[in-house]
């Protein structure tokens, strides 16, 4: 069984945001061009984008991350990551958006998408196994993956507040592939340099497997810090100020 952690990251409330001025507003049912402003704002969101609630997104601050798997496995491992961040977010490319339209309520909206690179850094704790070698660690992670193919199902429901429509993510669910994963984590083995190389040696050359166990707790994870940054947006700004009129 897979868990991921509660996470947590360092988000912008702002009250009584407006959409900004300089972003294009779609009509309902454009997906062209709902696609086109969505990547603007993933470009733009790497220095922070206030008016919608977006933190600086390069990298993002996490405070708490967490993948927990349970169960006699071939690979089993707890890792913690705390005060950690992600970097990569700005290099997001919607191919396929779905389900933007005029009625939010149960509204099912479907997110396509690539990016160059996904990298999560920062202070860990783990505790686990890969095959026969026990992984023990407390030091420093890296965790990176190029050529992410991503896609993202949502189910919304709608917010009434001051008499205005919010959308709220009601349930969301990602998968992903990569091209290439790394991973690198100090002070194994309480910092034997000999058997933390060879450990790491191993995770990288087999990091096909690795990445298959680990993913359904990656992908929860992942899809924690998605929603939390669209309900964050979404919950700033009225539904209908997003679209033209």
Same mark, same amino acid.
């Given at each position: 069984?897979?868990? $991921?952690?509660?996470?947590? &990251?360092?988000?912008?409330?702002?009250?009584?945001?407006?959409?900004?001025?300089?972003?294009?507003?779609?009509?309902?049912?454009?997906?062209?061009?709902?696609?086109?402003?969505?990547?603007?704002?993933?470009?733009?969101?790497?220095?922070?984008?206030?008016?919608?609630?977006?933190?600086?997104? @390069?990298?993002? /601050?996490?405070?708490?991350?967490?993948?927990?798997?349970?169960?006699?496995?071939?690979?089993?491992?707890?890792?913690?990551?705390? @005060?950690?961040?992600?970097?990569?977010?700005?290099?997001?490319?919607?191919?396929?958006?779905?389900?933007? =339209?005029?009625?939010?309520?149960? $509204?099912?909206?479907?997110? +396509?998408? !690539?990016? #160059?690179? &996904?990298?999560?850094?920062?202070?860990?704790?783990?505790?686990? !196994?890969?095959?026969?070698?026990?992984?023990?660690? @407390?030091?420093? $992670?890296?965790?990176?993956?190029?050529?992410?193919?991503?896609?993202?199902?949502?189910?919304?429901? !709608?917010?009434?507040?001051?008499?205005?429509?919010?959308?709220?993510?009601?349930?969301?669910?990602?998968?992903?592939?990569?091209?290439?994963? =790394?991973?690198?984590?100090?002070?194994?083995?309480?910092?034997? /340099?000999?058997?933390?190389? $060879?450990?790491? +040696?191993? &995770?990288?050359?087999?990091?096909? @497997?690795?990445?298959? #166990?680990? !993913?359904?707790?990656?992908? #929860?994870?992942?899809?924690?810090?998605?929603?939390?940054?669209? #309900?964050?947006?979404? =919950?700033?700004?009225?539904?209908?100020?997003?679209?033209?009129?």
């Amino acid at each position: 069984m897979f868990r $991921a952690l509660i996470i947590f &990251i360092v988000l912008v409330g702002i009250n009584c945001a407006k959409f900004p001025s300089d972003l294009q507003k779609c009509k309902y049912g454009d997906m062209t061009c709902v696609i086109k402003v969505a990547n603007e704002i993933m470009a733009r969101s790497a220095n922070g984008l206030p008016e919608l609630g977006f933190p600086s997104t @390069d990298p993002l /601050v996490i405070n708490r991350i967490g993948l927990n798997q349970d169960g006699d496995r071939p690979v089993v491992l707890n890792i913690e990551l705390s @005060d950690c961040k992600m970097s990569g977010l700005p290099t997001t490319n919607f191919t396929t958006i779905q389900g933007f =339209s005029d009625n939010i309520d149960k $509204a099912k909206i479907l997110l +396509k998408y !690539k990016q #160059d690179h &996904i990298q999560l850094f920062g202070p860990y704790k783990a505790k686990g !196994k890969i095959l026969v070698l026990p992984m023990n660690g @407390d030091g420093e $992670a890296n965790i990176t993956f190029t050529g992410v193919d991503g896609i993202v199902k949502m189910l919304t429901k !709608k917010i009434l507040k001051n008499g205005k429509n919010y959308m709220q993510i009601d349930k969301l669910r990602m998968n992903f592939d990569v091209k290439r994963a =790394s991973f690198n984590f100090t002070n194994l083995f309480n910092g034997n /340099v000999q058997l933390g190389d $060879a450990l790491n +040696k191993f &995770i990288n050359e087999n990091w096909k @497997d690795i990445l298959n #166990d680990l !993913k359904p707790a990656m992908a #929860d994870s992942l899809g924690s810090i998605y929603k939390s940054l669209l #309900d964050n947006m979404f =919950s700033n700004i009225p539904y209908d100020e997003f679209f033209e009129k």
